[in-house]
C-alpha cells in the first residue's frame, strides 16, 4: 500500500509543480536528491550521533533504532529506482531540504550511522510497524496557511502551540486553508557534519509565489515579503488537541522546583552562594532576565517521568551496555509517576523609594530572594543591595518560596524597604557599586577572572540583531552597502593580522565616573567610632578631581572630615546621609550623576549573554596593552584568603568534600529531584574547579606553605581552602616501575578520566573525590578533596580494598566488592582474583592500584582510578607476548615513556559495539543452518519468543522473498534466543543453546549464555599476579587485549581518516582534530600514525587540511612536551623574558635570539644558593637562556620521533612553514592555547631576519590549563537527543517542542551558559529557519554565536560556524550588510585558525560569492565563488556534484556579467558533471541544459546586437538585451542549496491521499486506544511518548477533509 502511494504521490505531483522553467530564473536543486522524493521524506543520518556518542560514551543504541535505521534505508533504496516521467523542477522558495551526498553515499551514511545513532531507551520501543512509507509521507512536516483568519504569524514558542487548535477557527476556516495553497512538507537532510555543527541548517515553506490560487502570487518575490501577514505559517495541530482552549496552550513537561530556576540570571555574588542541603539550596539558581527566550510555563501541563532512561542513567546502560537486550516497554513506566503541575506566572507591584512603583511577573516557584536579584539588577534600582521586601508590613523571608507566602496573589503591592546595614552588606554593597562601574570594561574577560570571557558578536552586528531588523529599510538597503572586505579577507591574500581578532569595542571606552574609589586607610574603625554606627571608611576621588572621605554606618553613607592624614570622623557640613553610595555620590559629583546612569543604560542594553559569567573559565591567547587601574575590591580580594564569596556565607571556608559528595546524595526518584540534584552538583563542581585552579595557581607561585615543609621541594604537599595539592612528580619512588616522573606526571589525568567514568555511571553508595588537574609554569598540579579523616591515620591503615604497593600487599572487602560490582557492567571490568605477597587469593572488581578508604563519614571512597581502563599493549611490549599481524605490521609494540597507557572508554565501547555485531551475525548464520537442516525448529523458537517479539514475528513476510528476509528474521531469532537464554527458560532446545555458546566463544564473552565482554584491566600489569585456578580465564583476557589493540589499527584509525575524507568530520584545528580522534577512541600517542596512515591514502590530495592540522597539532604537542621542562627551570622574576625567548626559537626567522637575564641574577652567586631549596626548579635557574633556534627543532624533531613516531623533515620554524605549508600565527596559536601563554595583541613579523619576533613585553601572562570532571544534565540531553530523532524522522513541530524542553532542562541544570545549551540553540535556530520563522531563528542563532564565543572561545571552530548559520538568517531577514560583516569575519577567523586550503572554505566563500552576487558586486563575487570552485575541485573531486554546483554558481555571476562566453564554458563543465553522474534524463541534468540553450540565445542575441552596431554605427536599431540581475528570493534560495537546504513542495493531490491514508490511521488508532485505555498507568505514559510520531505530525485539516 505504501508504495502504491508513493508512485501515485510522484506521478500526480509534477502535473502542478514541475511546470517547465522560466528562463529568468537560473535555479539551482542540488543534484543529490533522488528524484522521487518530491513528495516524500528522506531519512537522514543521524550526523550528531557521533557527538552524542562522544559525549556520552555510555548510550549504545536500542535495537527498535537501528532496525528502523535499517528500514529507512531499504526505503530509500525504494525511492532511487523510482523514476519520475517528467524531469524539470521549479523549486523556489518551497519546502523541504536535501542531502549533502549522492544516493548511494546517502545509504552509505545511513548504514553506518546505524552504529552510532544514540537514542533513549524509549524511543526504540515505539510500535514496530512505524517506519512504512505512508507514515514517513505522513513525517513531511505540513505546514499551513490560513489566510482569512489573519492569525499573525507565530513562533514554536510554547504558549504559541495552540494555532490553529482555538476554537476560532472552526470547520470553515479549515476548508478555505484546504482550497488554495499547496501545503508543503520540508524534509530534512543535512549536508554538513561537521562535529556538533551539524544540526539540521535548513529553512521553513514560504508561500510559492504563483501556486493557482495563493494571495501570494500577487506578491513580488523579494525575501521581505516571503512572510506577509496573509500567509501566516501556522504550526499543525493534530486533530486530536483541539481541544479547551486552556489544555493546549502549553506542550511539554515542567519541572517543580525548578520551573523558577530558568526565568532570570544574576550577576550577583548572593547568587553564587554555597550550596548546601538546606534552604540554601535555593540560592544557586542562577537568574535569568526576562530577556532570554526561556518558554514561560502556563497552566494544566503534564510533567512524564517516563522519558526514558533516567534511572541515574544506570538501569538503561545495564540493559543495554553488553547486554544489548532491549528493554520492554514495561520497565520504563513501572516506577515513574505523572505529575502534573499547577504553575500560573502572576504579577506583582513593586514600590522602591524614589521611583514610581513598577509591576513584574514572577512565578510561585520562586524565591524572595530572587526578586532581590532583579531589583538589583534593575537599572532604576540597581544601586540597592540592602533592602527588604515586604508586604503589609510584614518581611517577607530571602528563602520563602512565592507560593507559601500568605496572601501574595496578582496585583499585591511588595515594598522595597531599607534596611539598616552591617559590616558585611556595607562590604556587600561597595563590591556591587564598584561590579556596575566596571560592568562593561572587559579587563577582567582578558585577566581570564570571575568567569569573564570575550565576545566580539555586537561590533559586527552594530548591537542587537532584532532591533536593527526591524529598523533598517527593506527594500532599498541594497545601494548603500560598502561590500569591500579588507585586504587580507580577499581569496589569495597571504597576510593574517593578528590585531582584528579582538576589534576594539566602542563601550570599553568606559565613561569615567569617579577616579578613585578605594578603602581609606583609617579602617577598622576605633572602638568609639564603632559604637557610633562606623562600619568602615572609603576614600574617594570624584572627576572633578575633589578629594572626599566616606563613613559607611548603620544607617547609610555620608561625608566626613577626615582627609589623608588627618582623622576626623564627625559628618562634614552637609554630610548628604545617603542609604546607597550612588546617591551620596550623585550630590557630590555631577559628572558621576550623568555618567553612571547613561553607563547603566548601555549596561541593560547589553545583550545578557554577554554579561552572565560562565560556568568555567575560559581564557583569552591575546589581550591589548591595558593601562592597570587602581581597584580597591581586586586589592582587597588579592590579599584575603577569600574563594569565590566566602565571606557571605555562614561557615567561612568551604567543606568541599562535604558539599561535593552531599549534593550527589540528593534524592533523584523523579524529574524535578533530579533537576536539582544535577544543579547542585553542576555548581558544586563549577566552585570547585574555580576554587582548585586558583589554589594550584598559588601553590606554583609559592604562595602557600607546605604541610611537609622539611621535604624536598618535589615531594611537598599543601593544603589550602580544605583542598589538598600534590605536584605531579614521582614521590618516593612510587611509580619507578612504570617510568618515574613520567608516570607521576600521566597518572592524574588517567585518575581524573576514572573519576570521570565513575561519576557518570553514578552508582549509589560509591563516592569519588572532588578533583581538578592543573598545569601551570610546566608544573602539573593535582588539587583533590579531602577524606574526612584520612590525615589523621596513616595510609595502611585506611586502605581497606586493593593496594597500596602497586599489588605486593593486597586486600578486600565485601562492601567495596558489591558496590564496584554494580560498576563492572557498565564499564566493562571483569571480576577476578589475584595473589597477595603470602599467596592468597584475593578477590577485586577494579585494578589493584585502586583503593577504597572508609572516611570518618563512613562513606566508601574510591581513589587512585588511574588504571580504570584495560592498558594498551600497542606501548606495552611484554616479553613472550607475540603481538597481532595488524600491530606488527605497522611497527607495534613499541616502547612508551610509560607503562601507563590505558585504552579509552570510548575504545572499549567501540570495540564490545563491533563485537556485538560480530556475536549476531554469528548466531544467525548458524542458525540458518540449521534452519535449513530443520525446518519445525524456528517453530519451536517462536514460541519460545516473548510475547512482544511473537507479535512483531506474525507481522513479518514469510521468509518466501529469498535470503534478505531470511537473515533478518535469522538476526531477530538470535536476539529472541539470547533473550529466552538469559531468562534461564527451559523451552530452549540444546541445538540452540550451542548455537549461542558457540558465538560467545568466538567473540570472547565471559558468559556462554549471553554476550557479554568485560575486561580484567589488571592483566600485564608489572608486579601483579594470577592465581593457576584463572589461568585459562587470563590468557582469554589477553588475547581480548590484544584483539582490542589490534582493532584500533585496523578498524579505527581507517575508520577516522574515512570519516576525514568523506567530509563527515571536518577538523579546523588541534583541538578539533583531537576531539575526532578521542570520540573514536584513538589516543594522541597515535597522532603520528594517523599521519601515516593519511600518506599512504589514496586520495592523499583530498586529506590535505587533515595531514596539515597533524603536522601542526604534532609540532606545536612536541614543542610544548619541551616547553614543560623549560619553565621548571625559570624563576618567577625571569618568566616573560624566558617564555619570549622560547617562542622566538620556535616561531621566528631571527638566528640567534638572546635571552635578556633579568638584572637581578647577575648579582653575586651567594645570594643564590640560599635560595635553592625554596624554588622548585632546578639549581642553575639560568640553563634556559642558551637555548638556540636549532636546538629546539631537534628537540622537536627527537620529540616527535620519539612520541609519536613521526619523522619531521624540518630543521627550523621557516622549513616546517614551508615543507608542510603551515601558517605561524596558527602554531603560535596553538602552542599558546596548550600552555597557557597570554601575548600582547599586535602585529608580529615572524619573518624579520634583523630582529626577534617577540621581545618580553609582548608575554602578558601565563594562565592555567585545567582539566575538570563536566557533569551532565541526563534528562535535557535525552529530551535534546529524542528531539534530533524527531526531526530527523521529518517530525519537525515535535522536534521543536522536545528541543524546547531540552533547553528549559539545560538552563534548570547549567544555568544561562554552556557548550550544550548552545547546541539546543542552533538546532532550535535551525528549526525555526525551516519552519519558516525567520527572526525567530535569528534571535536564537544570535544567542548561540554569543555562548559559543563565550564558552567556547572567539576563534574556536564552532563559533566560525555558528557566525556563518547567522549569517544565512540575517540574510532571510534582508539584513544584508550585517550578513556579509559576519561572513568577512567567520572568513577571516577561518584563516586565522587554519588558512585558507580548507573544504569548509569553500562553502564559506560559496556563500559570501552568492550574498555578493545578491548586491551586484559581480566582480568582487567571482573571486570568492571562483575560489571556492577550486576548493571544491581539490576536496570533492572535480567529477563531484558539488563542483557542478559551484561551475552553475559562477556561470550566474558571468550571465550577470553578460559573460556569455565565460557562462557558457562554466555551465557545460557542470552539464558534463551531471550528465556523467546522474544520466540524461535525471533533473538536473536536464535543468542544466536548458539553462545552456538559455544562455546560448542570450550570446547570440548578444552577438547580432554587436554586429548591428558595427554595421550600422551610431544609428543602429538596437534590442534591449535582457541582463537578469538575481532576486533576493532567487540567491536566498541558492544560499539554502549550499547550506544543505531545500524545499520540497506536495501537490494538492497528494496532500488528498494524505489526509485520507492519516484519517484512516488515526481511526485505526483510536480504536486501538479506547481497547487499552483500562491498561495501567505506566502504559499511558508509554502511549504519550509514542503518540506524537502519529498524526499531529500530518496535515493538521484531516477533519474537513472527511
Known amino acids: ?76 533504496q525504494d525511492l532511487s529506482e523510482t523514476k519520475d516521467k517528467e524531469g524539470m523542477v521549479t523549486v523556489c522558495d518551497k519546502g523541504g531540504l536535501i542531502p549533502g551526498v549522492g544516493t548511494v553515499g546517502l545509504l552509505q551514511q545511513t548504514e553506518a550511522s546505524r552504529a552510532v545513532t544514540v537514542l533513549p531507551a524509549d524511543l526504540g520501543d515505539r510500535p514496530a510497524g512505524l517506519v512504512d512509507h505512508a507514515q514517513s509521507l505522513e513525517a513531511c512536516q505540513g505546514c499551513v496557511k490560513l489566510e482569512d483568519s489573519g492569525l499573525a504569524h507565530r513562533s514554536c514558542r510554547r504558549e504559541e502551540h495552540v494555532a490553529a487548535a482555538d476554537g476560532s477557527e472552526g470547520p470553515g476556516a479549515h476548508s478555505a486553508g484546504q482550497g488554495h495553497g499547496e501545503e508543503r512538507a520540508a524534509v530534512c537532510l543535512d549536508t554538513a557534519l561537521v562535529a556538533l555543527d551539524s544540526v539540521l541548517k535548513c529553512r521553513g515553506p514560504a508561500p510559492s509565489p504563483g501556486s493557482p490560487g495563493t494571495l501570494s502570487s500577487a506578491l513580488p518575490s523579494s525575501v521581505g515579503k516571503t512572510l506577509s501577514a496573509q500567509s501566516a505559517v501556522v504550526l499543525p495541530v493534530s486533530p486530536g488537541e483541539v481541544l479547551p482552549k486552556a489544555q493546549d496552550t502549553s506542550a511539554g513537561f515542567v519541572t517543580e522546583p525548578t520551573a523558577c530556576l530558568s526565568r532570570r540570571s544574576s550577576c550577583d555574588p548572593d547568587s553564587q552562594a ?69 504553575d500560573t506566572g502572576f504579577t506583582v507591584k513593586i514600590c522602591a523609594p524614589g521611583i514610581e512603583p513598577f509591576s513584574l511577573q514572577v512565578s510561585p ?61 556595607a562590604r556587600i554593597h561597595v563590591r556591587h557599586i564598584r561590579d556596575l562601574l566596571k560592568s562593561l570594561d572587559p579587563s577582567d574577560a582578558f585577566n581570564g577572572v570571575d568567569c569573564n570571557s570575550l565576545s566580539f558578536l555586537s561590533v559586527f552586528t552594530e548591537g542587537d540583531l532584532g532591533d536593527s531588523g526591524k529598523r533598517k529599510k527593506k527594500g532599498t538597503e541594497m545601494e548603500q552597502i560598502d561590500c569591500t572586505p579588507p585586504e587580507h579577507i580577499l581569496p589569495g591574500s597571504k597576510e593574517r593580522p593578528l590585531c582584528a581578532l579582538q576589534p576594539q569595542n566602542r563601550d570599553w571606552k568606559p565613561l569615567q565616573c569617579l577616579k578613585v574609589l578605594t578603602m581609606s586607610g583609617w579602617n577598622p574603625p576605633p572602638g568609639n567610632r564603632k559604637m557610633h554606627g562606623d562600619l568602615m571608611y572609603l576614600y574617594v576621588i570624584t572627576v572633578e578631581d575633589r578629594h572626599v572621605s566616606i563613613t559607611a554606618s548603620t544607617r547609610g553613607f555620608y561625608l566626613n572630615q577626615s582627609t589623608a592624614y588627618n582623622f576626623n570622623p564627625k559628618p562634614a557640613n552637609p554630610s548628604f546621609l545617603s542609604h546607597s553610595l550612588v546617591e551620596l555620590l550623585n550630590q557630590i559629583s555631577p559628572t558621576f550623576k550623568k555618567n553612571f546612569s547613561a553607563l547603566q543604560k548601555k549596561r541593560v542594553q547589553r ?94 607561585d609559592g604562595n602557600v606553605m607546605a604541610i611537609n615543609p622539611s621535604e624536598e621541594t618535589k615531594m611537598q604537599m599543601f593544603i589550602w581552602n580544605n583542598i589538598f595539592f600534590s605536584l605531579g612528580f614521582d614521590v618516593r619512588d612510587h611509580y619507578k616501575d612504570f617510568g618515574g616522573d613520567v608516570a607521576a606526571y600521566v597518572a592524574p589525568t ?112 574510591i581513589l587512585d582510578l588511574l588504571r580504570t581502563f584495560p592498558p594498551d599493549l600497542n606501548f606495552l611490549p611484554v616479553e613472550g607476548e607475540e603481538m597481532p599481524e595488524e600491530c606488527k605490521k605497522m611497527g607495534f609494540p613499541k616502547q612508551h615513556r610509560h607503562k601507563l597507557c590505558c585504552l579509552r572508554q570510548e575504545l572499549v565501547d567501540a570495540f564490545v559495539e563491533h563485537r556485538y555485531l560480530l556475536f549476531m551475525k554469528l548466531a544467525a548464520l548458524q542458525l540458518m543452518q540449521q534452519k535449513a537442516n530443520k525446518q519445525e525448529n524456528s517453530a519451536a523458537l517462536e514460541n519460545g519468543a516473548s510475547a512482544e517479539n511473537g507479535a512483531t514475528d506474525s507481522e513479518r513476510p514469510e521468509s518466501e522473498d ?120 584513538i589516543n594522541m600517542r597515535y597522532l603520528g600514525k594517523v599521519i601515516n596512515f593519511i600518506t599512504k591514502t589514496p586520495g592523499r590530495a583530498q586529506l590535505d587540511h587533515i595531514f596539515k592540522i597533524g603536522i601542526s597539532e604534532l609540532i606545536t604537542r612536541s614543542a610544548k612536551h619541551i616547553f614543560k621542562t623549560y619553565l621548571q627551570g625559570v624563576e618567577l622574576s625571569g618568566l616573560s623574558a624566558a617564555i619570549s625567548h622560547f617562542l622566538n626559537c620556535f616561531l621566528s626567522s631571527f638566528p640567534n635570539p638572546i635571552a635578556h637575564l633579568p638584572a637581578d641574577e647577575l648579582v653575586s652567586k651567594k645570594k643564590n644558593k640560599k635560595r635553592k631549596n625554596r624554588n622548585l626548579g632546578n639549581a642553575d635557574n639560568t640553563a634556559w637562556a642558551s637555548m638556540t633556534p636549532q636546538e629546539l627543532w631537534k628537540n622537536i624533531c627527537s620529540e616527535a620521533k620519539n612520541y609519536f613516531d613521526f619523522s619531521l623533515e624540518c630543521e627550523n620554524a621557516d622549513q616546517a612553514a614551508e615543507v608542510y605549508n603551515l601558517q605561524k600565527i596558527t602554531l603560535l596559536r596553538e602552542i599558546s592555547l596548550k600552555t597557557g601563554v597570554q601575548i600582547l595583541l599586535k602585529e608580529y613579523n ?43 524522522q521529518g517530525f519537525l513541530k515535535e522536534g521543536c517542542e522536545l528541543i524546547n524542553e531540552a533547553l528549559n532542562l539545560f538552563n534548570n541544570v547549567y544555568g544561562a551558559m554552556h557548550v550544550e545549551i548552545c547546541a539546543c540553540l542552533r538546532l532550535l535556530a535551525r528549526l525555526n529557519y525551516i519552519m519558516g520563522d525567520y527572526s525567530e531563528a535569528l534571535s536564537n542563532q544570535q544567542k548561540a554565536v554569543l555562548m559559543s564565543e563565550r564558552v567556547l572561545g572567539i576563534e574556536h571552530p564552532n563559533t566560525i560556524q555558528e557566525y556563518m548559520h547567522l549569517a544565512l538568517y540575517c540574510f532571510a531577514n534582508s539584513q544584508l550588510s550585517t550578513a556579509l560583516n559576519l561572513l568577512y569575519r567567520a572568513r577571516y577567523l577561518m584563516l586565522l585558525v587554519f588558512g585558507e586550503d580548507h573544504p569548509e572554505m569553500a562553502l564559506l566563500d560559496n556563500n559570501i560569492g552568492l550574498v555578493l552576487h545578491g548586491v551586484m558586486e559581480y566582480d568582487l563575487s567571482l573571486r570568492f565563488l571562483e575560489n571556492a570552485l577550486a576548493i571544491s575541485s581539490k576536496y570533492h573531486g572535480s567529477k563531484s556534484l558539488k563542483v557542478a554546483l559551484s561551475h552553475h554558481l559562477v556561470a550566474r555571476v558571468y550571465e550577470s556579467k553578460a559573460e556569455f562566453r565565460s557562462a557558457l564554458q562554466h555551465e557545460k563543465e557542470g552539464y558534463t558533471i551531471y550528465k556523467n553522474q546522474l544520466g540524461e534524463h535525471h533533473e538536473k541534468t536536464k535543468e542544466s541544459s536548458e539553462y545552456l540553450k538559455y544562455l546560448t540565445q542570450q550570446a547570440v542575441a548578444l552577438q547580432r546586437t554587436m554586429n548591428e552596431i558595427y554595421k550600422n554605427g551610431s544609428n ?79 496535515i493538521p485539516l484531516t477533519q474537513s477533509s472527511a
Open 1 to 76: 500500500m505504501g508504495n502504491s502511494l508513493f508512485a501515485n504521490c510522484c506521478r500526480q505531483v509534477t502535473d502542478l509543480l514541475f511546470q517547465p522553467r522560466s528562463s529568468g530564473s537560473p535555479d539551482e536543486r542540488s543534484p543529490l536528491l533522488p528524484k522521487s522524493s518530491t513528495g516524500c521524506t528522506v531519512f537522514p543520518e543521524m550526523p550528531e550521533a557521533a557527538q552524542c556518542a562522544g559525549l556520552y560514551p555510555d548510550i549504545i543504541p536500542s535495537e527498535a533504532v537501528t532496525g528502523s535505521l535499517q528500514k529507512g534505508t531499504e526505503y530509500i
Open 274 to 342: 554555597q550550596v548546601l542541603p538546606s534552604k540554601q539550596q535555593q540560592q544557586k539558581k542562577k537568574r535569568k532576565k526576562k530577556k532570554l527566550p526561556l518558554p514561560e510555563h502556563q497552566s494544566g501541563v503534564a510533567l512524564m517521568n517516563g522519558s526514558g532512561p533516567h534511572d541515574s542513567l544506570k538501569g538503561e546502560k545495564d540493559a543495554k551496555q553488553n547486554g544489548h537486550e532491549e528493554a520492554d516497554p514495561g520497565e520504563d513506566g513501572n516506577d515513574q509517576e505523572v505529575i502534573v503541575i499547577q
Open 365 to 425: 516557584q520562586e524565591m524572595v530572594q530572587e526578586i532581590h536579584q532583579v531589583l538589583m539588577d534593575r537599572e532604576d534600582t540597581c544601586h540597592r543591595t540592602c533592602f527588604s521586601l515586604q508586604l503589609d508590613g510584614n518581611v517577607l523571608d530571602n528563602f520563602a518560596e512565592l507560593k507559601t507566602i500568605e496572601g501574595l496573589q496578582e496585583g499585591s503591592l511588595l515594598k522595597v524597604v531599607e534596611e539598616p546595614y552591617t559590616v558585611r552588606e
Open 607 to 700: 545583550h545578557p549573554f554577554e554579561r552572565i559569567a560562565t560556568p568555567f573559565q575560559v581564557y583569552s591567547w591575546t589581550a591589548p596593552q591595558a593601562e592597570h587601574a587602581m581597584d580597591c575590591v581586586r586589592a582587597e580580594d588579592a590579599y584575603t584568603s577569600r574563594l569565590g564569596y566566602e565571606e557571605h556565607i555562614p561557615g567561612q571556608t568551604r567543606d568541599w568534600n562535604e558539599e561535593l559528595q552531599t549534593t550527589r546524595e540528593l534524592p533523584r526518584k523523579n524529574l524535578p529531584e533530579r533537576l536539582l540534584r544535577e544543579r547542585a552538583i553542576f555548581k558544586v563542581h563549577s566552585d570547585f574547579t574555580a576554587a582548585a585552579t586558583r589554589g594550584a595557581m598559588a601553590v606554583i
Open 750 to 861: 588517567n585518575d581524573l578520566n576514572g573519576v570521570r567514568t565513575y561519576n557518570a555511571v553514578d552508582v549509589e553508595g560509591l563516592y569519588t573525590l572532588g578533583t581538578v588537574v592543573v598545569d601551570y609554569r610546566g608544573y602539573r598540579v593535582t588539587a583533590q578533596s579531602i577524606i574526612p579523616g584520612i590525615l589523621e591515620r596513616e595510609q595502611e591503615q585506611s586502605v581497606i580494598y586493593g593496594s597500596i604497593d602497586f599489588g605486593k600487599t593486597v586486600v578486600s572487602h565485601p562492601k567495596y566488592l558489591e558496590l564496584l560490582e554494580k560498576t563492572s557492567r557498565p564499564l566493562k571490568i571483569q571480576k577476578h582474583k589475584v595473589l597477595n605477597d603470602k599467596n592468597e587469593e584475593v578477590e577485586l572488581c577494579s585494578s589493584v592500584e585502586c583503593k577504597g578508604i572508609i572516611g570518618n563519614d563512613g562513606r566508601h571512597y
Open 962 to 1081: 529469498g535470503k534478505i528476509e531470511d537473515s533478518v528474521t535469522g538476526l531477530d531469532q538470535v536476539k529472541e534466543l539470547a533473550e529466552t537464554i538469559a531468562s534461564d527458560d527451559g523451552t530452549v532446545d540444546p541445538k540452540s543453546r550451542e548455537v549461542i555458546r558457540n558465538a560467545c566463544k568466538a567473540v570472547g564473552s565471559i558468559s556462554d549464555t549471553s554476550f557479554d565482554i568485560r575486561f580484567n584491566p589488571d592483566i600485564f600489569s608489572p608486579g601483579v599476579r594470577f592465581p593457576e585456578s584463572s589461568k585459562e580465564e587470563v590468557q582469554d583476557q589477553k588475547q581480548l587485549l590484544k584483539d582490542a589493540a589490534a582493532f584500533l589499527l585496523s578498524c579505527q584509525i581507517p575508520g577516522l581518516v574515512k570519516d576525514c575524507l568523506d567530509h563527515t568530520v571536518l577538523p579546523m584545528d588541534g583541538a578539533t582534530l583531537a576531539e575526532a580522534m578521542h570520540q573514536r577512541g
Open 1246 to 1288: 615572524f619573518d624579520n631576519r634583523h630582529k626577534p619576533t617577540f621581545t618580553e613585553e609582548d608575554i602578558l601572562n601565563i594562565f592555567p590549563v585545567v582539566k575538570h570532571v563536566n557533569p551532565k544534565a541526563s534528562d535535557a540531553f535525552h529530551f535534546f537527543q529524542s528531539g534530533q530523532a524527531k526531526v530527523q
Open 1516 to 1594: 543602429a536599431n538596437i534590442m534591449p538585451l535582457k541582463f537578469t540581475a538575481p532576486s533576493m528570493a532567487s540567491v536566498l534560495e541558492q544560499l539554502n542549496i549550499i547550506n544543505g537546504i531545500l524545499f520540497i513542495p506536495l501537490s494538492q493531490k497528494d496532500l488528498e491521499n494524505l489526509k485520507a491514508e492519516v484519517q484512516r490511521r488515526q481511526q485505526l488508532q483510536e480504536s486501538m486506544k479506547s481497547g487499552e485505555q483500562l491498561e495501567a498507568e505506566d502504559k499511558a505514559v508509554e502511549e504519550k511518548e509514542a503518540e506524537p510520531s502519529m498524526p499531529s505530525t500530518a
